[in-house]
């Protein structure tokens, strides 16, 4: 089945740390994208990519880092820079080319700070 | 910059009525895309119906419909015959359909809490 999948679903990390959250997608899509969610603030993009070896900032992405070696893979590092980590971190991707298409998203990591 | 507002933080519908829940956005663009993304307590999002601006009908997908009023910049979604898989968290979400600026990105609303009563 294609989809989406994020690893791991739980994480707890120490203030200092830096932590990679992974994403892994098969369907063949060349955009993909990182959220934040937050309780109360809906999602908020961290970083995109629309194609391998190219990625752009959002609008959090202080304490963040990302690569886009592969298609299928576009891995978020939360570096020990980012000042309020604990949240809930989803990874969505679509065909690139026409706004209307669909954002599929993963299934979420939770991120906790210890 | 674009936003998107959803007033109202919670609702709750008795199972096999209809509920509707409000959104408004705020943008200067001409042509854009909405959508409504369910959130169900396993926290996957899923797609439940878009609109594209440009389309005056408003779009149906089975039990829900929106209410796309371009001139008032609000993109209502209308659950029919409510079931309690319906019970979810519910956003709204807004997209740029400008080349030069499009990310791609999701523009999303803080959410609507959906409870469904048996």
């Known amino acids: 089945d294609g989809g989406i999948t994020q690893s791991p679903k739980y994480l707890f990390r120490k203030e200092g740390q830096n932590v990679t959250l992974s994403c892994e997608q098969n369907?063949?899509?060349?955009?993909m994208y990182w959220y934040r969610q937050d309780p109360g603030q809906g999602l908020r993009l961290i970083y995109y990519?629309?194609?391998?070896?190219?990625?752009q900032k959002g609008d959090i992405a202080e304490g963040y880092s990302v690569s886009r070696e592969k298609k299928e893979s576009f891995p978020l590092t939360v570096t020990s820079a980012q000042k309020n980590p604990t949240a809930f971190y989803l990874c969505a991707s679509s065909t690139s080319g026409h706004p209307y298409n669909e954002q599929f998203f993963g299934p979420g990591t939770r991120l906790t700070v210890l | 910059a674009q936003t998107v507002t959803q007033s109202q933080p919670e609702m709750s519908v008795q199972e096999a009525e209809t509920v509707t829940l409000s959104c408004t956005y705020d943008?200067?663009?001409?042509?854009?895309?909405l959508f409504w993304y369910k959130q169900p307590p396993s926290r996957q999002m899923i797609l439940v119906i878009r609109q594209e601006a440009y389309k005056q009908q408003n779009a149906t997908e089975n039990r829900f419909s929106v209410n796309f009023q371009k001139a008032a910049k609000s993109f209502s979604l209308k659950i029919s015959d409510s079931q309690l898989g319906d019970a979810a968290m519910y956003f709204c979400a807004y997209r740029s359909a400008d080349g030069s600026s499009n990310t791609g990105k999701l523009i999303f609303g803080q959410g609507t809490t959906l409870q469904v009563k048996p």
């Open positions: 943008t200067s663009e001409s042509d854009y895309y």
């Open positions: 369907l063949n899509h060349d955009a």
């Open positions: 990519s629309q194609i391998v070896n190219d990625f």
